[in-house]
């Protein structure tokens, strides 16, 4: 398997299979968040200066779609918008303590579904699969130190 192509196609299968874990891991949820909601709760958790245009940008949306999406997760209690205290024109989003539980759930829920797939692999092939990972997002410009990734 030397052909870059033959490679990409091989990477594109198994995050394929990697997907699949998590979306059965996400599909276990309760209550039932879409996915594009669940998006819009990553996003303001990563970014505790989330506003409604910086969402609409990382989700690649007009504004008033992003709106929408805020409005059905603030209907359920898993967002709130606030004034923004530098700027009281800007709404801040902000995660509830249910957002934050759900998410927390979301994440256990997906690394005990990896951790089932990892155990059926033998200690070595695991430690390339790191040592891959590792390679790959230094490639892609990511983090390779990643400290989920050092922890493997």
Sequence with gaps: MDRVTDVAASVESTADALVSVLDTAGQAQNPSVPPAQLRVLAIVAGNSHTNMSRLAEALEVVPSSASR???????????????????RREVRLLLTSSARRLLDELRERRRQALAEVLERMAPVDREELVR???????????EAEDQSLRTA
């Design 69 to 87: 999406l805020c409005d059905r997760l603030e209907a359920t209690g898993l967002l709130r918008r606030v004034p923004d205290p530098r700027d």
């Design 132 to 142: 891959s990972l590792r390679a790959f997002a230094a490639a892609a410009g990511g």
